[in-house]
């Protein structure tokens, strides 16, 4: 299964706008087809269960679903422009190609609703799921904040104001709602291949980009059980010394901003200091989450080949935008907590999978890398290190299964 993305990113206000309400036939008939579909799907495991291939019927009619899922999401999420069909025809600009049945496991298809789960889980973080909570008086449906709907929501204020979806933004909701459809295709019994979170796959070709702010590793994914088994523990003095060092950041970046907002231009030793700072923040937490393997140096200094990041010297800013930094630096705040939940998903579940096979999942890792990378780009332009507002999307990613003498960039401006 593939996505296949040929939006231009341009967007009309009005239907921007009512795009919530614009998009409610869609989901009627999304609800009467899902009850089908679900019917579908339990024929389709019986049938794939007795013959190991999908039944050309049932797949087809659920490949129909799929993409109609996708598209309908893609439109509500902003990621497309155009109206989308209610049969789920080829052609729209984020769509779906869903290959013929193939041979499948018995196996695996027996056991796939439990070997789905760390798909849901990651789906969850990428997408968003409703999660439903009771109390004796009422029940109540909440959507669990995911990075495709944070994009959204900060695309849809984007789109009103220039009439275009940022590019960044346009590929985080792309990058959730494919994500979800590789979910439903596995589910629905339509291919063996288990769903891949890492964004050069759901995605294709990512953006290129070298910024002020630039996260490269240097190493691949294996890693050694035993400091993977205590990974918290061995964490722990960094942690306590990452506090520490952010009270003195936070009295660093206050003066940095009044210095800055003096002069057009941070300090050589504040802008010094708090790159420091950042570069450490991003060793830890890579070290933490299991995206990099090798202990970490306290001083934050270069040359981390887990997760290294590149800091572009002192440059002159715009004064207007340092007065108001703390303002604009929102947004970028909260798609940073959208994918703070990829990042620890992916830990969690990266951390079973080192235990097992001695190695972290390249599809966890580079997504991991994206989330580093975005943080650190975020907390480099509160700091005013850069005047560069960060990316919103996946780019170019870093390749842990290369050598370790092969340098991969990671840039996220």
């Not at 087809?60 to 439109?75: I, N, P, S, W």
């Not at 193939?102 to 298809?109: D, H, I, N, S, T």
């Not at 760390?118 to 029940?139: E, H, I, T, Y």
């Not at 907390?379 to 560069?388: K, Q, R, S, V």
Request: with cysteine; proline share 8%.
């Amino acid at each position: 299964m593939r996505l296949l993305i040929t939006d231009d990113l341009e967007r009309k206000r009005a239907t921007v706008f009512f795009r919530v309400f614009l998009v409610i036939p869609h989901f009627v008939w999304l609800g009467l087809w899902g009850i089908a579909a679900l019917f579908a799907a339990f024929a389709n495991w019986i049938a794939t269960l007795a013959t190991g291939r999908s039944h050309a019927s049932f797949h087809e009619f659920l490949a129909q679903y799929v993409k109609y899922g996708t598209q309908v999401y893609g439109y509500l999420l902003l990621g497309a422009s155009p109206y989308p069909p209610f049969d789920g025809r080829a052609g729209y600009p984020i769509d779906l190609e869903i290959d013929p049945p193939a041979p499948q496991p018995r196996v695996g298809v027996a056991a796939r609703l439990i070997l789905a789960i760390p798909a849901l889980l990651l789906a969850s973080a990428l997408f968003g799921f409703p999660n439903v909570s009771s109390s004796r008086s009422n029940a109540t449906i909440n959507d669990s904040l995911g990075v495709a709907h944070a994009a959204a929501f900060l695309g849809w204020f984007a789109c009103l104001a220039l009439r275009r979806m940022p590019r960044g933004l346009r590929d985080s909701v792309a990058w959730g709602v494919g994500f979800t459809a590789q979910l439903w295709a596995y589910l629905f019994l339509l291919t063996s291949t288990y769903p891949d979170c890492d964004p050069s796959v759901v995605l294709g070709e990512l953006p290129g980009r070298e910024d002020a702010i630039t996260l490269r590793t240097r190493e691949g994914l294996r890693r050694s059980r035993l400091t993977v088994f205590f990974r918290l523990p061995l964490a722990f003095p960094h942690l306590v010394w990452l506090l520490l060092w952010s009270l003195l950041a936070l009295l660093a970046a206050v003066a940095n901003w009044f210095a800055t907002l003096a002069t057009g231009r941070p300090p050589a030793a504040l802008h010094s200091f708090l790159s420091a700072y950042v570069r450490y923040q991003a060793h830890v937490y890579a070290f933490l989450t299991l995206a990099a393997n090798p202990f970490p140096g306290f001083a934050g200094v270069p040359g981390y080949p887990g997760a290294d990041v590149e800091i572009a010297g002192p440059a002159r800013q715009s004064r207007w935008t340092v007065g108001f930094r703390a303002l604009l630096a929102l947004p970028a705040l909260l798609l940073s907590a959208a994918f703070g939940s990829l990042l620890w998903s992916a830990a969690f579940l990266g951390w079973f999978a080192a235990l097992v096979t001695g190695r972290m999942p390249r599809m966890l890792c580079n997504a991991q890398l994206q989330v580093i990378r975005y943080a650190a780009q975020v907390n480099g332009y509160l700091c005013m290190l850069t005047a560069e507002y960060p990316y919103g999307g996946p780019c170019e990613p870093a390749a842990p299964t290369a050598p370790a003498a092969t340098t991969a960039a990671l840039a996220i401006g």
